[in-house]
């Protein structure tokens, strides 16, 4: 089953303009860390692997440190959302997993802000992890926002379907999953290079923009009775 086709347009595009944000802190994170990813785990793992191999305790300990901070995202977001599913209505819950990851994310830029990067990027890499609570359903992840590689699996295998009686929308929406993450890496580099570390001002005054648009939307679409659930799972 295609996940993405569970979703709405306006849903899809909140994906992507979050894999965007992802891509742009995880270029910061990665300059300012000299090599360590911000939302890469598998990458994050090799770097551990072949570091204690070599004997380079400090990049394993960065590496393994980054994991540790990345599942703790996670689970902080897998929180947000389960206590919201008991607090607040269900057509309200990913408001208030949006709301957590701008949160996180202003914490980080109040660190820039007192020339604590290292704290910023700590916050950062835990609500790159919380992110990807924003599309779960059924306790799963339906759109990951932060790692690629079984996007592209997805668009190389929906692309082949394209000529046995498939659809082209299939992989394009993978595809410009890709694209967003790609684009928010290229542009997170730029900005680090000019800005150094207050490029992830920049982010989270996007994340909350974003999150605003999304949030405004909805609201617009509860009013007019507009809102459609695509499955029994809250989101």
Known sequence: MHQLR???AAEKNLAVAFAFIAGFVDSIG?????????SFMSGNTTRLATS??????????????????????????ALVRRIAMRR??????REAVLANTCALFTVASIFVLFDAPTA???????AIGSMNSIFERAGEVSIPLT????????????????????THAAWIEHLKMWAGLSAGALCGAIGFHYLGMDALLIATVLTIAISLVA??????????GSVVRVSVEPY
Not at 52 to 77: H, I, K, Q, T
Not at 88 to 93: E, F, K, L, N, S
Not at 147 to 166: C, E, H, S
């Open 215 to 224: 949030v405004l939307l909805r609201i617009r679409g509860r009013r007019h």
């Open 88 to 93: 607040v209505p269900t057509d309200r819950v």
């Open 120 to 126: 910023a990027i700590i916050f950062a890499s835990v």
């Open 6 to 8: 569970k979703y709405t």
């Open 30 to 38: 990665f300059i300012f860390l000299g090599g360590v990813f911000l």
């Open 147 to 166: 790692y690629m590689t079984g996007t592209l699996v997805k668009m190389g295998q929906r692309f082949v379907d394209a000529f046995f009686g498939g």
């Open 52 to 77: 204690a191999v070599e004997g380079d305790a400090g990049l394993a300990w960065l590496a393994g440190s980054a994991v540790v901070l990345f599942l703790l995202g996670v689970m902080e977001g």
